[in-house]
């Protein structure tokens, strides 16, 4: 087994490819600045070395002490014997929102490279050499899974991962979106986490490959996961969006809903939020969604500000004056991504994503869901479909 030297990033990236129908890609971010967090760790909070196994359980590993940590009893890890159990803070993150992680924790974000192969129905892999310390993620596809040859493309993408998980990788972003496969590929992503000298921490047992493959769903989890030497593994029926993690509710409540939203850090806009096109969905707009299963219409107005602010307030009225929403977002001419939002009904940290489309004039605007976090709860932008007019 390789013992990794400290503050070494083990990477990680999810691959996949098929044949089908494509639909079209949610909203990313490939442009957006480094979302890394870096801090250092009490020794308290876990044993002497590297990655370690799944918690309370060994995992096999080189190096190291066996000095058990908090939550469970020394297991060998990546990089070190011991990791007894995970830290007492928040793990890192690349999702926006997160408190601060234990020091000596790193989550670095991806670096906008890419990779393409054109692969047949003889099968291929293609293998992308990702950003931070060159680690490699695969795809490899069988003979049958496409009918002819097709151009396969993956990204790790530079902008924040989904909210509501916690994550072990940056996004992976695999073209052509929602290309189907006729016989599953195996992807194998391996984790973009750093960790100073004595910090350690334990693989979480619920740690899996989640891919969006579908512009009106939501991430799902892999049912064949699995774990490997600092990789998370799967098959792959359908290309799509990839990341490894586990869900952010099965860290301790402070982790991801502060008492308040004011603390959080969640309203501080990203650089570059607002990136140009021949519409700008920057100003202000009257908004009208129909109604969405049990949930009825909805009527709200917004201004969104060049900086990625925006606030709601009564329909058709000063908005200012009536503000009752308010959050950050990121958008260009085709996509629009609540990434905070305090009086939609949801968590603060709980983001959507949607499709923008402009009329000629760009004084109509249609939003069409590609996920939403919330699922069930929004009490506006909610339906599949919204209409927002300009002023």
């Given at each position: 087994?390789?013992?990794?030297?400290?503050?070494?990033?083990?990477?990680?990236?999810?691959?996949?490819?098929?044949?089908?129908?494509?639909?079209?890609?949610?909203?990313?971010?490939?442009?957006?600045?480094?979302?890394?967090?870096?801090?250092?760790?009490?020794?308290?909070?876990?044993?002497?070395?590297?990655?370690?196994?799944?918690?309370?359980?060994?995992?096999?590993?080189?190096?190291?002490?066996?000095?058990?940590?908090?939550?469970?009893?020394?297991?060998?890890?990546?990089?070190?014997?011991?990791?007894?159990?995970?830290?007492?803070?928040?793990?890192?993150?690349?999702?926006?929102?997160?408190?601060?992680?234990?020091?000596?924790?790193?989550?670095?974000?991806?670096?906008?490279?890419?990779?393409?192969?054109?692969?047949?129905?003889?099968?291929?892999?293609?293998?992308?050499?990702?950003?931070?310390?060159?680690?490699?993620?695969?795809?490899?596809?069988?003979?049958?899974?496409?009918?002819?040859?097709?151009?396969?493309?993956?990204?790790?993408?530079?902008?924040?991962?989904?909210?509501?998980?916690?994550?072990?990788?940056?996004?992976?972003?695999?073209?052509?979106?929602?290309?189907?496969?006729?016989?599953?590929?195996?992807?194998?992503?391996?984790?973009?986490?750093?960790?100073?000298?004595?910090?350690?921490?334990?693989?979480?047992?619920?740690?899996?490959?989640?891919?969006?493959?579908?512009?009106?769903?939501?991430?799902?989890?892999?049912?064949?996961?699995?774990?490997?030497?600092?990789?998370?593994?799967?098959?792959?029926?359908?290309?799509?969006?990839?990341?490894?993690?586990?869900?952010?509710?099965?860290?301790?409540?402070?982790?991801?809903?502060?008492?308040?939203?004011?603390?959080?850090?969640?309203?501080?806009?990203?650089?570059?939020?607002?990136?140009?096109?021949?519409?700008?969905?920057?100003?202000?707009?009257?908004?009208?969604?129909?109604?969405?299963?049990?949930?009825?219409?909805?009527?709200?107005?917004?201004?969104?500000?060049?900086?990625?602010?925006?606030?709601?307030?009564?329909?058709?009225?000063?908005?200012?004056?009536?503000?009752?929403?308010?959050?950050?977002?990121?958008?260009?001419?085709?996509?629009?991504?609540?990434?905070?939002?305090?009086?939609?009904?949801?968590?603060?940290?709980?983001?959507?994503?949607?499709?923008?489309?402009?009329?000629?004039?760009?004084?109509?605007?249609t939003l069409t869901h590609s996920y939403d976090n919330c699922t069930g709860g929004r009490k506006y932008l909610m339906p599949l479909v919204s209409t927002l007019r300009r002023r």
């Amino acid at each position: 087994m390789k013992a990794y030297p400290r503050n070494r990033d083990i990477l990680a990236v999810i691959l996949m490819a098929g044949t089908g129908a494509c639909d079209a890609r949610p909203p990313l971010d490939p442009q957006a600045t480094d979302h890394s967090i870096t801090r250092a760790v009490n020794p308290k909070d876990g044993g002497t070395g590297g990655v370690g196994g799944t918690q309370g359980a060994p995992a096999i590993g080189s190096g190291g002490t066996p000095d058990a940590g908090v939550g469970g009893t020394p297991g060998t890890g990546i990089g070190g014997t011991g990791g007894g159990g995970f830290p007492t803070g928040c793990p890192c993150s690349r999702a926006p929102g997160r408190q601060d992680p234990p020091t000596g924790w790193s989550c670095p974000a991806g670096r906008g490279v890419s990779a393409m192969a054109v692969i047949g129905p003889e099968g291929g892999t293609l293998s992308l050499v990702t950003g931070n310390q060159g680690v490699t993620l695969e795809l490899t596809i069988p003979a049958g899974a496409l009918s002819a040859p097709t151009a396969i493309k993956v990204t790790e993408s530079a902008g924040p991962t989904p909210t509501g998980y916690t994550d072990y990788t940056p996004l992976y972003e695999f073209e052509p979106f929602g290309l189907k496969l006729a016989e599953p590929a195996r992807v194998r992503v391996p984790w973009s986490i750093a960790l100073s000298s004595g910090a350690t921490f334990n693989v979480h047992p619920a740690l899996a490959a989640y891919l969006l493959a579908s512009s009106t769903g939501n991430f799902e989890r892999l049912a064949d996961s699995y774990t490997n030497a600092g990789f998370t593994q799967a098959s792959l029926a359908r290309l799509g969006n990839l990341f490894a993690g586990y869900p952010a509710t099965l860290d301790p409540q402070s982790c991801n809903f502060p008492l308040t939203c004011e603390s959080s850090g969640l309203f501080v806009p990203i650089p570059n939020a607002v990136r140009g096109g021949r519409c700008s969905i920057v100003g202000t707009w009257d908004a009208t969604s129909p109604q969405s299963g049990s949930n009825p219409p909805s009527q709200a107005s917004f201004i969104f500000n060049a900086d990625g602010t925006w606030i709601g307030g009564l329909y058709k009225e000063d908005v200012s004056a009536t503000q009752f929403m308010r959050g950050v977002f990121r958008a260009d001419e085709t996509t629009f991504e609540i990434l905070s939002s305090q009086g939609m009904g949801c968590p603060c940290s709980y983001g959507a994503g949607f499709k923008t489309s402009f009329d000629d004039a760009c004084s109509s605007l249609t939003l069409t869901h590609s996920y939403d976090n919330c699922t069930g709860g929004r009490k506006y932008l909610m339906p599949l479909v919204s209409t927002l007019r300009r002023r």
